[in-house]
């Protein structure tokens, strides 16, 4: 192994250490824990909460105009400039941004149908503490500091490390092993977005990045602690997380062999074709030694704080202008859906008579809440709380809730918003998969409690 500078220690150990902190390690601020990022984007989301629906409307209408603008304008080189990567989008995403931004016009000035600007529908998401409001700030953070944990050498040194695992487990590059920790120890928004950005920058194949986004990006602790109160059984976290956890490993072994994502190409943005050339070891090395001297060369080449920086801000203004808009149109039509229509109900008939056989009490109740988590994944919860009174049933429904992963109001919104090439029959695929794959798993679990 090649002799390294101390300064190339350093970069590689500072920076990735405090990545970690902030994106991977729980802390405890006050009676509840988070990572530190998402606590940042607490503390920020409350300080401009009277200014946040105003600002996120504003930044949203932005998007959709500079889209409509960039529409008629040729596409320039191959080297497009920041203003060209922000607003020049396909003639679908361009509709959708628009869709997003009247969304956001009508929610904020509570005009038009009330039925797109309710509290539960528009109203939740541009609420000055609702999703989009949030999701503004996590990605000020995520996007600026994302570098510490994607340019230092953290993702090269694991990646080594643990291809011998994720590779035959879960047809995935050691790499991803960070995105998989971030998701479910932090949240999983911040995991869709490390995912996108690996995507975009060729380190991931299409299929390798529809599985990690899909597969992955799990609500954090946090939040399932949330779901769990909610009807009423918080005294049995350990075994409800266990079993999201159990659950959520046997999917992600099943997952990518089947369709959809077994179809996915195993090529990289740019085309490339999947070798595994970069995942053999070199004569003379072991995986420790080779995954560090990896990690230390990326250090190495990574010494501007203005470049990291520049990069950080670009994130920022992706995000911003490219995923929001897109949250906000898809995520208001499947709360639309969810609550005045009786689609999610109608969808989920199919589900009582598989509720009946697992030995799941009052299954026909249970049923109408197996698909409207789609349109959100604390949908579920909020129509068993008070309609169903097993707690057999209740523990089944709050499981299956988290390991669905699929909700449009957030990561399906996310994932649709960036480049990872999956779309929206995919997901509902997904989604309608993993709930009939979990059901036994959890139904068993729930037996030998109750």
């Known amino acids: 192994m090649k002799k390294h500078h101390l300064s190339t220690w350093l970069y590689f150990l500072i920076p990735s250490i405090l990545g970690v902190i902030l994106f991977m390690i729980p802390l405890k601020f006050g009676e509840e824990w988070k990572v530190p990022i998402a606590k940042f984007a607490d503390i920020l989301s409350g300080w401009l909460e009277p200014a946040m629906p105003m600002t996120a409307m504003i930044i949203i209408v932005i998007a959709a105009i500079g889209s409509l603008l960039y529409a008629f304008i040729p596409r320039s080189s191959s080297n497009p400039s920041l203003m060209e990567g922000l607003f020049k989008v396909t003639p679908f995403w361009t509709v959708t941004r628009l869709i997003g931004a009247v969304f956001a016009i009508m929610v904020t000035f509570k005009i038009g149908p009330e039925a797109i600007w309710s509290e539960n529908t528009g109203g939740l998401l541009l609420a000055p503490d609702g999703l989009v409001s949030f999701l503004f700030t996590i990605f000020l953070f995520a ?76 609500v954090s602790i946090t939040f399932s602690l949330v779901i769990i109160d909610t009807v009423g059984m918080s005294n049995y976290f350990l075994p409800f997380y266990g079993t999201v956890l159990l659950t959520g490993i046997i999917l992600a072994l099943i997952m990518p062999r089947i369709y959809p994502l077994r179809g996915k190409k195993s090529e990289y943005i740019d085309g490339r074709p999947f070798t595994g050339d970069d995942e053999k070891l070199p004569e003379g090395y072991n995986v420790f030694n080779h995954g560090l001297e990896n990690a230390l060369d990326t250090a190495s080449k990574n010494r501007s704080i203005g470049k990291i920086f520049t990069d950080g801000m670009r994130n920022v203004l992706d995000m911003w202008i490219g995923v929001a808009p897109v949250v906000m149109a898809f995520g208001t039509v499947a709360l639309m859906l969810a609550e005045y229509t009786g689609v999610f109900t109608f969808l989920g008939k199919p589900f009582e008579p598989i509720l009946s056989v697992l030995g799941i009490p009052e299954a026909a109740a249970a049923a109408q ?82």
């Open 143 to 218: 996007g600026l500091l994302l570098p510490l944990l994607l340019n230092f050498g953290l993702l090269e040194f694991f990646g080594t490390m643990m291809v011998k695992v994720m590779r035959p487990l879960f047809k995935l590059p050691g790499r991803s092993s960070i995105d998989a920790l971030a998701s479910w120890i932090g949240d999983g928004t911040i995991g869709v977005l490390l995912t996108s950005k690996q995507y975009e920058d060729g380190h991931y194949t299409q299929r390798e990045a529809a599985i990690i986004a899909t597969t992955f990006s799990v």
């Open 369 to 450: 809440t197996m698909v409207v988590g789609f349109a959100d994944m604390f949908l579920p919860v909020i129509l068993a709380e008070g309609s169903i009174t097993s707690p057999m049933t209740l523990f089944t429904i709050a499981t299956i809730s988290v390991v669905q992963l699929i909700y449009m109001s957030e990561v399906g919104g996310l994932i649709l918003g960036t480049k990872i090439p999956i779309n929206i029959l995919d997901l509902i695929i997904i989604f309608l998969l993993r709930t009939l794959i979990a059901l036994p798993i959890v139904a068993g679990v729930a037996h030998l409690l109750f």
